[in-house]
Nanobody, 124 residues
Framework: QVQLVESGGGFVQAGGSLRLSCAAS????????MGWFRQAPGKEREIVAR????????FYADSVKGRFTLSRDNAKNTVYLQLNSLKPEDTAIYYC?????????????????WGQGTQVTVSS
């Protein structure tokens, strides 16, 4: 069983930055594709970014491309999402999730383990 704990959310003004972390328990951290999703009030949960097991391949949603950077440290069982140039429309609860599926994994139902979420609020 994998347990995920997110941290790093908070309140920031537009243009600011935050770094989200997701720490995982379990010794098979490097076996999972890892994704960050977000859910704004009244909206569906959407994928923000995804990183392969090795960390060599990443995917970003068009809305965050060039502003967010996803990385992972398999030795520390942790993934990081750097959020730069934040906009009010980035306000949401951000969730990290792990998938045992290899390859293109962008759908919510392809992820097997989820964290509890961390709130990001961006003021204008």
């Amino acid at each position: 069983q994998v347990q995920l704990v997110e941290s790093g959310g908070g309140f920031v003004q537009a243009g600011g930055s935050l770094r989200l972390s997701c720490a995982a328990s379990g010794s098979t951290f490097g076996s999972y594709t890892m994704g960050w999703f977000r859910q704004a009030p009244g909206k569906e949960r959407e994928i923000v970014a995804r990183i392969s097991r090795s960390g060599k391949t990443t995917f970003y949603a068009d809305s965050v491309k060039g502003r967010f950077t996803l990385s992972r440290d398999n030795a520390k069982n942790t993934v990081y999402l750097q959020l730069n140039s934040l906009k009010p429309e980035d306000t949401a609860i951000y969730y990290c999730a792990f998938s045992r599926t290899i390859g293109v994994v962008n759908a919510r139902n392809q992820y097997d383990y989820w964290g509890q979420g961390t709130q990001v609020t961006v003021s204008s």
